[in-house]
């Protein structure tokens, strides 16, 4: 019995594991194709996703921000409101030096509503923001922080400080980048 077992076992591993090179129609041959540039397309995401992820945390641990802990909810603003990565927590970074200083018991790092709308935590301001920039901004046509400054903030030069703050985190994103592909030609 134990013969008969191990037999199908491997007929079943060799049905699964080798086709013959007639069996393989050019049909088939451009799935196989298609779903390894799918493959690599997944991982090529992932690798983008990761590298904006720790380039927040580098920035957001170099200005000591505890927001630091919430780099899991900017990331999935970031995909779920398909905003810029850097956006949210660049603006963290010129409205309340990245949650450092903001109007108590609000969890409002982002000088939304004047500073005062208050949130039920971090993530929910994370969010909340970014469905609001969302709507109110992306939706309507604001699709750089120069089109977004004079709707979101009074201040004429807020734009140009969001910009300086966000280039900041794409200075970091492009030195890991280049430390990486170093470290890969090593």
Known sequence: MVKKQLV???????????????AVSEAGSSARLEQSENEQKQIDDYAQYMTKKLTIVRVLKANNSHL??????????CIT??????????????ESSYGKFYAPDTYNPFG???GYIVFDSWADGIMTVGKGLRDGYVDQG????????PRYAES??????VRSISNTFEAIE????NQSTIHALE
């Open 8 to 22: 199908a076992l491997l007929l079943i591993v060799l049905f699964i594991f080798v086709t013959p090179a007639s």
């Open 81 to 94: 409101y398909e905003l810029d990565c850097y956006l949210l927590p660049s603006i963290t970074g010129l």
């Open 142 to 149: 604001l699709l750089t922080i120069e089109q977004i400054g």
């Open 68 to 77: 630091v802990s919430e780099v899991d909810a900017f990331m999935e603003a």
């Open 174 to 177: 492009k030195d890991h980048k």
């Open 156 to 161: 004429p030069t807020w734009a140009v400080r």
């Open 112 to 114: 939304w509503g004047g």
